[in-house]
């Protein structure tokens, strides 16, 4: 596709079970972002990927938040033992390298924790 | 250390009607400042930025926004609003200087725009 998709669109979850979050950036797109956005509050930097470099985890707020890239593509971003405050929208965005270039992002994951 | 702030969670408008969303910003060196529109369920798409040169930029939509380096602000603006605008509005801003690498964004909480037909 053209833009950014991710996977599932909606996820309810129960507190303490883990979930998976995925993301295809845009082809060509050696930057990768995730964000997570919660009510009433701006976009929260998570986790920056840049081609084959080592991730800039620096926005993680626990470890118990983790994500991968694989082949310089697809991202997964992993929530083990899920609480309510992780209830949120996990947005991905891509961008084509280093400089000033657009972010583009996806639709976002939309994770409900009970 | 690098900062948005959108002072105004709700901004209603009649359409037809000039809008002004509002942003500042706070950074070390010089920025570079973006808006970019979230309609419900949807990501975030980009409207506009600017990087350098001409103070007033121009970008879908209709809108437009003034870099003010002096007031330190960045507010997008549009003649004549639709009611087709409404939606959530985001600053984002990044330092020019920034060596972390990441050159990720740094975004405001939102103003949610309401015209009114």
């Known amino acids: 596709g053209a833009g950014v998709s991710q996977s599932p669109s909606n996820k309810v979850t129960e507190k303490g079970k883990d979930v998976e979050l995925r993301c295809d950036p845009i082809s060509g797109h050696t930057a990768l972002y995730w964000y997570r956005q919660s009510l009433g509050q701006g976009l929260e930097f998570l986790i920056y990927f840049q081609g084959n470099s080592a991730p800039d985890k620096s926005g993680l707020p626990s470890d118990r938040f983790s994500a991968e890239r694989t082949g310089g593509s697809v991202s997964t971003l992993t929530i083990q033992r899920t609480q309510q405050e992780d209830s949120a929208v996990y947005l991905c965005?891509?961008?084509?390298?280093?400089?000033?270039?657009?972010?583009?992002f996806g639709p976002g994951t939309r994770l409900l924790v009970l | 250390a690098q900062s948005v702030a959108q002072p105004e969670d709700q901004v209603n408008v009649a359409e037809g009607n000039p809008l002004t969303v509002k942003c500042t910003y706070s950074v070390s060196g010089n920025p570079y400042l973006f808006w970019y529109v979230q309609y419900p369920n949807r990501g975030l798409q980009f409207l506009l930025k600017y990087i350098t040169g001409d103070n007033l930029v121009k970008g879908s939509y209709g809108f437009e926004a003034e870099f003010n380096k002096s007031q330190t602000s960045f507010h997008l603006k549009k003649p004549s609003a639709l009611v087709s605008d409404s939606a959530l509005y985001f600053c984002?801003?990044?330092?020019?200087?920034?060596?972390?690498?990441?050159?990720?964004?740094?975004f405001g909480t939102g103003t949610r725009l309401t015209v009114i037909p």
């Open positions: 984002a801003v990044r330092d020019i200087g920034d060596q972390t690498g990441a050159n990720n964004l740094f």
């Open positions: 965005a891509s961008r084509v390298g280093g400089g000033v270039e657009t972010q583009y």
